[in-house]
Structure formats: C-alpha cells, structure tokens
T-cell receptor
Framework: NAGVTQTPKFRILKIGQSMTLQCTQD?????MYWYRQDPGMGLKLIYY???????DKGEVPNGYNVSRSTTEDFPLRLELAAPSQTSVYFC????????????FGPGTRLLVL | GNSVTQMEGPVTLSEEAFLTINCTYT??????LFWYVQYPGEGLQLLLK?????DKGSNKGFEATYRKETTSFHLEKGSVQVSDSAVYFC?????????????FGTGTRLTIIP
C-alpha cells in the first residue's frame, strides 16, 4: 500500500517556466489537498477536491491550477513560476467528511530562480 | 479566524528527557485538535487527536489533553528517544462547521541526542 505519492521530489525552475506536480493516492479517498509550507510557517492550503471533477480554492490559490479527473490523481499546475512560489509542496488525502485524518505525501521541494 | 500558536523551536533534548511542546489555539465553537508529526524525508502523519474538552489523545507514548479553559493542547512525553526526532505540528478544525479545513501551527523541530 503506497499511500500518497508525489513526484518529483525536488525541482529547480526558472522564473516564468511552468510545471506540474503530480500526486496519486491508492486509498480510494474522496478528499485531496495541496498545501505549501514556507520556512518557519505552517502549512497553507492551496486547493482541495472533494471528489473527481470537483475542486475548490483554499487559502493561497493564486498562481496555481488543479484538476481532478480521477479519484486517484490530483495534479497541481504552476503557470509562470515566480520566486514567491519557492516552497515545499505537500499533497494529502482523506476519507471522512470532516477531513479529520489526512494522509500526506513526502513533499516536493521547489526552487524558483 | 482560526489560529494555532506553537512554541518556537528548535528543541534539543537528551535521550530519556521529559518533553513538552506547547500549543495554544484561537477558534470559535468547539474545534477538534490534532498533533501531526513529520519524520525526516517523510510526509506528515497523524500522531494523536482530541475532539472535545478534557479528552486526552495518546499514541506512541505521547499525550495531549484538550484544555478548553486555557485553549491549549500541549504535547508531552515522559521519556524521549532518538527516534522521536522530527517536526511536530499542532492543528485544529472546527468539525461542526461544514467545509472547514485544517489550520496548522508553524511546527516545532525536535532533536534528541543520545
């Protein structure tokens, strides 16, 4: 049981480039989330999804896009990367309505130069 | 809005020492409270939780008691091990509000030296 997997583990982008962070879960969870973690800060919610075909903005959605075509996959797209998007990105999933126990991937470290 | 405040790290302790990591919160209503732990190179995982006042969550020798009167959820362990070295996050969610999401603290890095 792999849980939540993320790729890549680390990436360096130039300003203005775009990329997709991949996230897959094999637990048949309905809810999936993308967070970013900046140094010395807590996790901030970027986008979330309550099921295939349904996504919604979190606290810090600007500069990002998501899609949810299957239950398993929840990719995060960065368009026109900016230095402010340098961060560690975590994908998570959960089963229950109140999202009480979230299962996290190992994270993707992104550096925008 | 909701907020979680954790003691600043890093915290360094010797093996078998007593651990306390402070966490206080601000939220209206009746939040559920959590401690998540992030081991090196891994994602966060739930350590323990408490869903109502005076509940005690416990797991792997760690404990935390939901204190509504002091709006606190301090994490404690009587005797830490090197394997407890990790980053610890306090978090809350107001479960009785639809569409609420987890609010995390900034995390506290704990290092245990042999």
């Amino acid at each position: 049981n792999a849980g939540v997997t993320q790729t890549p583990k680390f990436r360096i982008l130039k300003i203005g480039q775009s990329m997709t962070l991949q996230c897959t879960q094999d637990m048949n969870h309905n809810y999936m989330y993308w967070y970013r973690q900046d140094p010395g800060m807590g996790l901030k919610l970027i986008y979330y999804s309550v099921g295939a075909g349904i996504t919604d903005k979190g606290e810090v959605p600007n500069g990002y896009n998501v899609s949810r075509s299957t239950t398993e996959d929840f990719p995060l797209r960065l368009e026109l990367a900016a230095p402010s998007q340098t961060s560690v990105y975590f994908c998570a999933s959960s089963y229950g309505e109140y999202q009480e126990t979230q299962y996290f991937g190992p994270g993707t470290r992104l550096l925008v130069l | 809005g909701n907020s979680v405040t954790q003691m600043e790290g890093p915290v360094t302790l010797s093996e078998e020492a007593f651990l306390t990591i402070n966490c206080t919160y601000t939220a209206t209503g009746y939040p559920s409270l959590f401690w998540y732990v992030q081991y090196p190179g891994e994602g966060l995982q739930l350590l323990l939780k408490a869903t109502k006042a005076d509940d005690k969550g416990s797991n792997k020798g760690f404990e935390a008691t939901y204190r509504k009167e002091t709006t606190s959820f301090h994490l404690e362990k009587g005797s830490v091990q090197v394997s407890d070295s990790a980053v610890y996050f306090c978090a809350l969610i107001r479960s009785n509000f639809g569409n609420e999401k987890l609010t995390f603290g900034t995390g506290t890095r704990l290092t245990i030296i042999p």
